[in-house]
C-alpha cells in the first residue's frame, strides 16, 4: 500500500492506495476516528459488484452501516436525490457524530460528498472510489455538488474527506469504454505534468486499456496519478491558477458535451478535446509537432471514440464560447509547451477555436 498526503489547512488527510486496501478499511476509518454511524452511499451498479466486502469490512470494525443506493446516473446526481437521501438519514437516526462513505464513481462521490457537506450543517466524509476518473481526479480536491436542469455541477460545496480509500482491485470489473474514458484524464495528468509517467503510458498503454498490468504496476499508476491531482489541489491554496491546469483538453471537451447533449462520456470528450489543444498549440508555434503527434498516437492506441463528423464545428466552437474561463470575448486555454509542461493562455480568437475543432473533425470523422 502506498499512502499520499494531501497537505490541505486545517484538515489535511491521507489517501491510501493498493490492491485489496478494501480489506483495510474498516481500521483505517477507526484510526481516522470516525463516529460509530456511517451512512455508505453507492449505486445500484457498485452495490452488486462491491458492496458486500466494504460493509462487512466496517461491521467487523464496529461500524453501524445503513446503506443507501440510488441510480448512480449523472441525471440523477440532482438535489431531488440527496433529498431522498437526506430523508433515508433522517429515518436512520444519524446525528451529528455520523459520517457518510461515499463508494462509487464520480457521480456516487459528488453526490455523497455534497449530502455530507450539507447534512446537518456537514458532517465528515470518506471517498472510497471505484472509477478511474474518481481515483485519479474526482475523489480528490473537495469538490462536490449536484447538477441542475439548466447545467451540471452548477449546485455544491467544498467539503473535503477525512481520508481516501483508493482499491486498484476494483477496476477489474470497469467496462472497457469507461476504463478508456477515465484513462483521458491520465493523459492529461502526463501532458500537463509528468513526462516520465507519458514515457510509461506510451509503453503500456495497450495492456492498460486492456486491464493487463500486474497489480503493482496499476498500483503505481493509479498513485502517481492520484499524487498529481493532490499536488496540484493542495498547491493552488496558494498559486490560484494552477488548478486550471487541470482543464487541459475541457474547454473543447466540455463544449463537445454539451454539443452532443452528453452522447460523449467527459473521459471520451476529452480525449477529443486533447487532440484539440494539441493542434491549437501547434499552429501557435508554441509545441513541436513531433511532441503533438506522441500525444495523439498515444491516444489512438488507447482508444478514439466517435468521429465529430454528426456534429457541426460552429455548434462546437459556439458551446466554447459558454466555457466559464473565457474572459472578455476570448478564450483561455490550457496548451502545452512541452510534453509536462502546460501554460494558459489568454485571447485565443474563435477562428482560431473553429480551425482546431475542424482539424479534430479532419482527423476523427
Ligand atoms: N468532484 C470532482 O472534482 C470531479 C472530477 C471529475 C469528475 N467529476 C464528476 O464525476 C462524474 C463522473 O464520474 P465517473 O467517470 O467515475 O463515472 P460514474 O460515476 O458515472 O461511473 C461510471 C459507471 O461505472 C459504474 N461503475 C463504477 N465503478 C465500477 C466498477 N468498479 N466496476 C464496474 N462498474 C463500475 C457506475 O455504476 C457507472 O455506471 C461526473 O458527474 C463528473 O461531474 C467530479
Ligand atoms: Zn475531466
Known amino acids: ?113 455534497f449530502v455530507a457537506a450539507t447534512f446537518l450543517r456537514g458532517i465528515p466524509f470518506v471517498q472510497v472510489p471505484t472509477t478511474i476518473v474518481s481515483q485519479v481526479d474526482a475523489s ?27 482499491d486498484t482491485a476494483l477496476l477489474r470489473t470497469l467496462p472497457r469504454r469507461e476504463l478508456v474514458a477515465g484513462m483521458a484524464e491520465v493523459v492529461k495528468h502526463a501532458v500537463i505534468r509528468d513526462p516520465a509517467l507519458f514515457e510509461f503510458l506510451e509503453h503500456h498503454i495497450e495492456q492498460i486499456a486492456g486491464m493487463e498490468l500486474d497489480p503493482d504496476q496499476l498500483d503505481g499508476l493509479i498513485a502517481a496519478n492520484a499524487r498529481i491531482k493532490a499536488e496540484v489541489v493542495a498547491a493552488d491554496e496558494k498559486e490560484s491558477e494552477l488548478r486550471a491546469i487541470l482543464n487541459y483538453g475541457h474547454t473543447i471537451g466540455h463544449a463537445i458535451e454539451s454539443a452532443s447533449q452528453y452522447g460523449y462520456l467527459h473521459g471520451e470528450a476529452v480525449i477529443l478535446g486533447m487532440v484539440g489543444a494539441g493542434e491549437l498549440a501547434v499552429q501557435r508555434g508554441m509545441w513541436p509537432e513531433a511532441e503533438r503527434t506522441r500525444q495523439d498516437q498515444l491516444l489512438v492506441r488507447l482508444g478514439m471514440p466517435p468521429g465529430l463528423s454528426r456534429l457541426g464545428a460552429d455548434l462546437i466552437v459556439e ?31 474563435d477562428t482560431e477555436v473553429r480551425a482546431a475543432v475542424e482539424y479534430i473533425q479532419r482527423r476523427h470523422p
Open 1 to 113: 500500500m502506498q499512502t499520499i498526503d494531501v497537505t490541505l489547512e486545517p484538515h489535511p488527510y491521507t489517501i491510501h492506495v493498493g490492491h485489496g486496501v478494501l480489506a483495510r478499511l474498516g481500521g483505517l476509518c477507526r484510526a481516522a476516528g470516525l463516529g460509530r454511524q456511517v451512512a455508505l452511499i453507492t449505486d445500484h451498479t457498485v452495490a452488486g459488484l462491491h458492496l458486500e466486502p466494504a460493509a462487512a469490512g466496517l461491521r467487523e470494525a464496529g461500524f453501524e452501516v445503513t446503506e443507501v443506493r440510488f441510480a448512480g446516473t449523472d441525471s440523477a446526481k440532482n438535489l431531488r436525490t440527496a433529498e431522498q437521501i437526506f430523508g433515508q438519514l433522517i429515518q436512520a437516526g444519524l446525528d451529528r457524530r455520523a459520517w457518510v462513505l461515499a463508494l462509487g464513481g464520480g457521480v456516487v462521490g459528488d453526490l455523497a460528498g
Open 319 to 349: 458551446r466554447t464560447r459558454a466555457d466559464k474561463k473565457r474572459l472578455e470575448g476570448r478564450h483561455r486555454f490550457v496548451l502545452a509547451r512541452r510534453l509536462g509542461q502546460v501554460e494558459i493562455v489568454d485571447g485565443i480568437s
Open 140 to 166: 480528490i480536491g473537495g469538490k462536490t455538488g449536484v447538477n441542475h436542469a439548466l447545467g451540471k455541477n452548477m449546485i455544491g460545496a467544498f467539503h473535503q474527506p477525512r481520508l481516501v480509500c483508493i
